[in-house]
């Protein structure tokens, strides 16, 4: 067993799934039925949280599976431990050896931003989790409000809060007045984004084709995907391979 940046476990073994999955993850068709006597299962259980956590990431799992473009794990359940804390179940993905084509990364990623818009605008269904932190999630039909009040602010409050930092929360509040110029001529539309797209959360499997996980999706401007950039190691090739199928 791994501990992992949120404190969860991780185990991969088969399990038997009980009860009826919940909305937002694979149901017991027979197609799914025969997929999972097929598969290995990967479970997460965190002892100290909540459902919610595993819930919102296994509607973000589902939503990008659902694309049919990058390769993602299905989510089969997630729900509570009835020792506390909660869990997830999905399917295991065995990763390869290859380091990661960058270029098929941008693709792929690209493959599925466009693969799925929201006509309810910026947010998604549930709040989720981004590293142990809420991510707020409220549909707002702009994406610059979206993004100042629920990202920006958001953040600058909790670092007032928790850390008392009032120079950067006082830089914060000048960039949040002064941001429309910084989007202008851009044209900004709601797609599905994995969220949370740093190193740790991308992987390839035995194909070489590239895999993510543990995402903290939303529907978002595609260019914020590119947000962790300074913890992914992107070089020109993702950007190059992105742009062009975008
Ligand atoms: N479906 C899966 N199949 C096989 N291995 C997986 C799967 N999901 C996760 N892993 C392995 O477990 C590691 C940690 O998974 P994940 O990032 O989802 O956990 P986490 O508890 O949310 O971690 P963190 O908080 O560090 O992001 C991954 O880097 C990967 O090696």
Known sequence: MTRSRNGSSLRGRPLR?????PSGVAALTLQNVTRLML??????????IGPAMFEGEALGLKAMYDTKSICVPLPYKAGSLPTGGSFIIMEFIRFGRSGGDQSALGRKLAEMHKAAKSDKGYGFYVENTIGSTTQINTWTADWIEFYSKHRLRY?????????GDSAIYEKGQQLIENIHP????????????????????????????????????????????????????????????YFEKI
Not at 39 to 48: D, I, P, R, S
Not at 155 to 163: M, P, V, W
Not at 212 to 236: Q, T, V
């Open 39 to 48: 598969a290995l299962f990967f479970v997460k259980t965190n002892k100290h």
């Open 182 to 241: 910084l989007f202008e001529g851009a044209v900004i539309e709601p797609y599905l984004l994995h969220g949370d797209l740093w190193s740790g959360n991308i992987n390839s499997d035995t194909n070489g084709d590239p895999v993510i996980l543990d995402p903290a999706c939303y529907y978002g401007h595609n260019e914020a995907e590119f947000g962790m950039s300074w913890c992914a190691g992107f070089g020109g090739a993702i950007y190059n391979s």
């Open 155 to 163: 953040q600058l409050e909790l670092i007032s809060q928790q850390f």
């Open 17 to 21: 799934l009980q009860g009826q999955a």
